[in-house]
């Protein structure tokens, strides 16, 4: 079984960072792909970025440019850097983990971003 924890989420002004974390126990021996979607009230839940096992990454045009992705596979933590917070950005972020391609993988609690003045 694979357990993800997401930590990191907060309230932020407009411009303002944070780095969420997810970290990943259990039992595998590679992963897929690890996934980061966020969720707002009244919208469906979106893809935001990924990176791969292999390290590519992707990114939604959305927060290209501002948001990163980086994983610490000592720590089995991946981490969304949140920069340059606009008010459309605050949502629930989930961190989604896939062992195997096509999978629905495991989800994580998500963690909560408010960004507002």
């Known amino acids: 079984q694979v357990r993800l924890v997401e930590s990191g989420g907060g309230l932020v002004q407009p411009g303002g960072s944070l780095r969420l974390s997810c970290k990943v126990s259990?039992?595998?021996?590679?992963?897929?792909?690890m996934q980061w979607y966020r969720q707002a009230p009244g919208k469906e839940r979106e893809l935001v970025g990924s990176?791969?096992?292999?390290?590519?990454?992707y990114y939604s045009e959305s927060v290209k440019g501002r948001f990163t992705i980086s994983s610490d596979k000592a720590k089995s933590t991946a981490y969304l850097h949140v920069n340059s917070l606009k008010t459309e950005d605050a949502a629930v972020y989930y961190c989604?983990?896939?062992?195997?391609?096509?999978?629905?993988?495991?989800w994580g609690q998500g963690t909560q971003v408010t960004v507002s003045s």
């Open positions: 989604n983990f896939k062992v195997s391609a096509g999978t629905p993988g495991y």
């Open positions: 259990g039992r595998f021996v590679s992963f897929n792909v």
């Open positions: 990176i791969t096992s292999s390290g590519n990454v």
